[in-house]
C-alpha cells in the first residue's frame, strides 16, 4: 500500500524563525488525522507546503507519490481553507460549474456536488445570499471535485451549526471509507476527539506528540477520574468505604487514579456490591491531553 503522505524530517525557516524542524509524518490511504497546535505552532506552514504553495529547507515530502505542488500531485490534492471566499453573484450551481471547468470535469456533476454536502436545495441561489456555514460547504463541495486521493482541511467546520457540523463528519467518514486520507486541522477538541484515527500535535514547529487517542492517554500519563453513584440510602455506607472520594454535587463520589490503579480500584468498587448503583470511568479529554504537552513544551 503507497503512503498518501509522506514528509520526513520536514524543515522550514522564515530568516532566524524556525517555523517548522525536524517534523515526520505518513498517512496511509482511508485515514483521517487531526493537526492540532496553537497559532503559530506550524500548522498553516506544513499545509502549505504539502500543497506546494512554499518550498521548504531540509526534509523530503511526497504527497500522492510526487512532489509537491507537481501537477501529478496537485490533480490528486484538495484543500478547504478556513474562510472560503466565492463571487457573490454567482450562483452555487454557478461556482461549482467554473471550478469543474477548471479541473476538466463535467459541468453536469456541479448539482451531484452539492448536494453531497446538503446544497442541492440552494444550487440556483446567488451565493451573495448564503451564510457564512453554506459557503463553507460550497468550499467543500469544490474540494470533491475529481475524487482526491488527500484532503487538507484548515479548520473546516467554521461557520457550521451542530447539524452541519455531524453531517460534514459523516461525509468525510464516507470519504475515508472510499480510500481518501484526511488531514485537517481544527481547534474544536471535542469534534475531532471521535472522528479522527491519529492525533498530531504540533508545538513551537515541533512534533510534540502523535498516535492514537488511547496512546497518547498513556503517554500523557494523566490521572483517570470514576464517579461513583450510591444506591438509595447508601450514601454514607459508600463514603465511608471510599475514604479517598470527594462528594460532588448531584450525589456522586469521584475519585481520581494513576492509569495503571484503575482497574484494581474499580474491582474494589464492584466489591461493594449493593451499596452502587452505578459508576462511570471519565479518561482524560483530548483537550486535557493537548493542554498537557503543550504546557510540557512551555506553552
Known amino acids: 500500500m503507497t503512503s498518501t503522505l509522506t514528509i520526513s524530517r520536514l524543515t522550514k525557516r522564515f530568516g532566524d524563525v524556525e517555523a517548522l524542524c525536524d517534523v515526520s509524518l505518513t498517512l496511509e490511504p482511508g485515514q483521517r488525522v487531526a493537526l492540532l497546535g496553537h497559532n503559530g505552532a506550524g500548522k498553516s506552514t506544513m499545509m502549505k507546503i504539502i500543497l506546494g504553495l512554499i518550498p521548504f529547507d531540509a526534509g523530503e515530502v511526497t504527497v500522492c507519490g510526487a512532489a509537491p505542488g507537481s501537477s501529478s500531485a496537485r490533480a490528486q490534492v484538495a484543500y478547504l481553507p478556513e474562510n472560503a471566499a466565492f463571487h457573490p453573484a454567482l450562483t452555487g450551481e454557478e461556482q461549482i460549474r467554473h471550478y469543474l471547468a477548471l479541473r476538466r470535469e463535467p459541468a453536469a456533476q456541479a448539482m451531484g ?23 463553507q460547504r460550497v468550499g467543500l463541495a469544490q474540494a470533491l471535485i475529481g475524487r482526491p486521493r488527500l484532503l487538507v482541511l484548515d479548520e473546516p467546520t467554521s461557520g457550521l451549526d451542530p447539524v452541519s457540523r455531524r453531517d460534514f463528519y459523516a461525509l468525510l467518514d464516507g470519504l475515508a471509507a472510499e480510500g481518501a486520507s484526511i488531514l485537517l486541522s481544527s481547534h474544536v477538541l471535542t469534534e475531532v476527539e471521535a472522528r479522527t484515527d ?96 503543550s504546557r510540557r513544551d512551555g506553552q
Do not use: W
Open 198 to 293: 491519529r492525533i498530531l500535535i504540533l508545538s513551537q514547529g515541533r512534533m510534540v506528540a502523535e498516535g492514537t487517542l488511547p496512546e497518547l492517554r498513556r503517554a500523557a500519563a494523566l490521572p483517570v477520574g470514576i464517579s461513583v453513584t450510591p444506591a438509595p440510602g447508601q450514601a454514607e455506607n459508600l463514603a465511608l468505604a471510599l475514604p479517598a472520594a470527594v462528594a460532588a454535587s448531584d450525589g456522586s463520589l469521584r475519585l481520581t487514579c494513576a492509569q495503571d490503579e484503575k482497574l484494581g480500584i474499580l474491582a474494589r468498587i464492584t466489591a461493594l456490591g449493593a451499596r452502587v448503583a452505578d459508576l462511570e470511568v471519565i479518561p482524560p479529554s483530548l483537550e486535557d491531553i493537548y493542554s498537557s504537552f
Open 113 to 135: 456536488l452539492l448536494g453531497r454536502v446538503g446544497l442541492g436545495h440552494a444550487g440556483k441561489r446567488r451565493i451573495g445570499t448564503y451564510s457564512k456555514g453554506m459557503r
